[in-house]
């Protein structure tokens, strides 16, 4: 049955149009044409796309939001550079979810749009406009101080509080404890694994071993902590999201610049760095996806980078690896402890999900866009010597992974094992000395 807005009586209109009872008149039927008008427009769709502007790395990934008010129905369609979902050559969009994956390799042109329309309303779009570069852009340190040191082993150090803005992530603080060499040879950075909260010297057995053999060689030492032990709000460290854990390692390469710039300062003489772990894997990104393999002269990675292809290790379903250090072939998979230090990087559960077998449609692709060997990241890095060190005794995902990484260098590499080390190699004494060893012998401006 139709139903005509005539055939109500005008106290039930007013209450159904929201007006005053006393503007009704039963004989003004142009008042009542001109009330459901107006109804009609109050009721209009909209879109609006965020951010409508961005820039992003080759093969690197960002979700879009697109938001739909006036209607019930908030779907939307995509369209990359007048694509529908777009395709390998200039990205493509999960519908799912929003994100937006950029082609591997540079589109021509490289700036264009991506449009959301309604599905409520066709006539309504929005539109955000892209642009992919061959890396991903390094933040900047907005601001910088000097803080108290707190109590440490290493004693006449100076440290600093950095305030690191980063593209489309939130705002973080990063810290960095530098002990200065008389006529210093060079400036060597150290981090810690996991999400990097914490200082070399003290997170590790023999930290304070490492770190001073390297000063003691004549070159300034830059320990990057992100939180602990100068706050405890942060213990996730680098990898507090939401981001994903690529977008995220921005804040180790924009923190990594300022040293280059601040501490270091001089061109003629090499930026080196170590880290265990998930302080590799950030190296790594800076190495890949940053490219600051012209910034950074040698680096030295301990046990891993373990997220060298965090779609193997969520997904488990890529064969095992062989490794070097007496283990064999070992498994990509990471265990439920291991996806728990990714999952804050997503702000939720994505990886232990996936070990648990609840999966979503994103997930594949925006684990390998996230990964160090992702598609579109550089792997030869002519002007940064790579040596990899891994423990005998790791029995973690982080050997088979780095491994893999390890293998996709084209440039100049070594790799080598402490046989009774541990996941954390500076834990043990031969394995601390050889990590200071190999930094002091190959810590050098390369040709």
């Known amino acids: 049955m139709r139903l005509e807005l005539r055939s109500f009586p005008p106290m039930v209109l007013a209450v159904f149009l929201g007006i005053s009872p006393l503007a009704f008149s039963q004989s003004t039927p142009d008042f009542l044409a001109d009330s459901a008008s107006s109804y009609t427009r109050a009721r209009a769709v909209s879109i609006t796309l965020s951010p409508s502007t961005f820039s992003i790395g080759a093969g690197a990934n960002l ?8 209607s019930s129905n908030k779907s939307v369609t995509w369209k990359v550079n007048g694509i529908a979902n777009g395709n390998t050559t200039v990205g493509t969009i999960d519908t799912s979810s929003g994100y937006f994956f950029a082609p591997s390799t540079l589109p021509s ?9 309604s599905a409520a309303d066709t006539s309504k779009s929005a539109s955000s406009t892209v642009s992919v570069l061959p890396t991903d852009r390094v933040g900047a340190v907005t601001t910088s101080k000097t803080v108290r040191c707190p109590a440490g082993e290493l004693s006449g150090g100076t440290c600093y509080l950095l305030t690191v803005a980063c593209d489309n992530i ?6 960095v404890k530098v002990n200065t060499a008389p006529s210093p040879l060079g400036v060597v950075m150290f981090g810690i694994g996991t999400g990097g909260s914490g200082l070399y010297e003290t997170n590790f057995i023999f930290g304070q071993t490492a770190v001073q053999n390297v000063l003691n060689a004549g070159y300034t030492t830059a320990q990057i902590s992100f939180g602990a032990p100068f706050v405890s709000n942060q213990p996730n460290g680098w990898l507090q999201g939401p981001g994903g854990e690529r977008r995220l390692a921005c804040r180790y390469a924009a923190t990594a610049n300022w040293v280059s ?27 890949s996806e940053y490219g600051l393999a012209g910034t950074l002269s040698m680096v030295e990675l301990t046990s891993g980078p373990p997220m060298a292809h965090i779609d193997n290790g969520c ?25 728990s230090i990714l999952d804050p990087a997503w702000s939720q559960p994505r990886c232990t999900n996936e070990i648990n077998h609840k999966t979503q449609t994103v997930d594949p692709a925006l684990f390998l866009s996230d990964s160090v060997i992702a598609p579109g990241a550089s792997h030869n890095y002519a002007k940064t010597y790579v040596n990899m060190i891994f423990g005998g005794l790791d029995t973690s995902s982080a050997v088979p992974q780095g491994q893999l990484f390890y293998d996709s260098i084209t440039s100049q590499k070594s ?6 080390a541990p996941h954390a190699v500076p834990n043990v004494m031969d394995g601390a000395t050889q990590i200071s060893n190999d930094l002091i012998n190959l810590c050098r401006v390369q040709p």
């Open 63 to 70: 979700q879009l939001t697109a938001t739909v008010s006036g």
């Open 109 to 117: 042109p490289s700036t264009y749009t991506i449009t959301a329309t």
């Open 170 to 175: 939130a705002n973080f603080s990063s810290y």
């Open 261 to 287: 710039s601040t501490v270091l300062n001089d061109k003629t003489k090499p930026l080196c760095a170590t880290g265990n772990s998930g302080g590799s894997s950030v190296i790594a990104y800076a190495l």
């Open 315 to 339: 997904l488990c379903n890529q064969p095992t690896v062989m490794t070097q250090c007496g283990q064999g072939l070992r498994s990509q998979c990471y265990s439920l402890l291991e996806a």
């Open 415 to 420: 790799e080598g094992c402490v046989a009774d």
